[in-house]
């Protein structure tokens, strides 16, 4: 659970809003503290169709479309503050995806406890579209 400006949402509506937009392979969605609203969310999407990827004009044309999206289908206050299009998304080797490593990173603070993670290079990656 999310609280923006005052909304109490679930992280898995979101997540599930956007999953219903065509070229969304996977997604999560975690909340970062925000000076203005208490939280925002963030998305990360694994795209089905790797040019989103690569080009950055069919990046943004695309995270528009799934801010519209989501403004229609929950309203504005769930929608991301961000989505950043990644290849892979950080889960442990059992498949569970560790959205609190996520959240952490975003908000700049130590990830904590990493032994179970699968594939170290899905944080690298979340670090450097951030940093983008």
Request: negative net charge; charged residues 25%.
């Amino acid at each position: 659970m999310i609280n923006v400006a005052g909304h109490r949402l679930g992280t898995r509506e979101i997540e599930e809003s956007i999953s219903s937009y065509p070229n969304v392979a996977e997604v999560a969605v975690v909340g970062v503290k925000d000076a203005l609203k208490g939280q925002v969310a963030v998305a990360f999407v694994i795209p089905k169709q790797s040019d989103t990827l690569e080009d950055r004009d069919v990046a943004q044309t695309e995270e528009k479309a799934i801010m519209s999206l989501v403004d229609s289908q929950i309203g504005n206050f769930g929608r991301p503050a961000h989505v950043w299009f990644v290849s892979q998304l950080p889960k442990t080797r059992s498949g569970k995806m560790l959205r609190r490593t996520i959240q952490a990173i975003c908000e700049g603070r130590d990830p904590g406890d990493l032994s179970t993670l699968d594939d170290p290079a899905s944080l690298q990656q979340i670090r450097q579209v951030i940093e983008e």
